[in-house]
């Protein structure tokens, strides 16, 4: 039996601070369910907000800062929460990992740019 390891991430540059991105990210791709806690500082001085319930056992996650010069992004993560307490007992060969780093990154394009908002977001490729 094969088990799915679904997993994105995509990076873009934003004029716009980590809870506006995050608000429209919210509304457009998840329905609503926001993204918080700011003020949990997850990662060392970077800023980051999450939605704080599983989507299909996926977490969600926004990191990072805005503006547009070098060094300056956010990356929208959705990965497995807990995989490893859930499916620990198989090996490697039996997990099929399914990336949808493309599927995010065409999301995000399409949203910011059929909002009125291409100023605001900037894409940038990662794999």
């Known amino acids: 039996m094969s088990i799915p390891f679904i997993k994105g991430t995509t990076t873009f540059q934003s004029s716009l601070s980590i809870v506006e ?6 509304q ?3 329905g609503g369910l926001v993204l918080k806690g700011l003020e949990k500082r997850i990662y060392d001085e970077v ?3 999450f939605i704080n319930s599983e989507i299909l056992g996926l977490r969600v996650v926004l990191s990072g800062y805005s503006g547009y010069s070098e060094g300056n992004h956010f ?3 959705i990965s497995p929460h807990g995989f ?7 090996v490697k060969n039996d997990i099929q990992e399914i990336k949808l780093n493309e599927y995010l990154k ?6 910011f740019t059929n909002d009125g908002r291409e100023d605001v977001l900037r894409s940038m490729v990662i794999d």
């Open 106 to 111: 065409q999301l995000m394009e399409y949203y």
């Open 47 to 49: 800023p980051i907000i």
């Open 84 to 90: 490893s307490k859930k499916f620990g007992k198989f």
């Open 28 to 30: 457009k791709v998840f």
């Open 75 to 77: 990356v929208l993560q």
């Open 21 to 26: 991105v995050g608000a429209i990210i919210s």
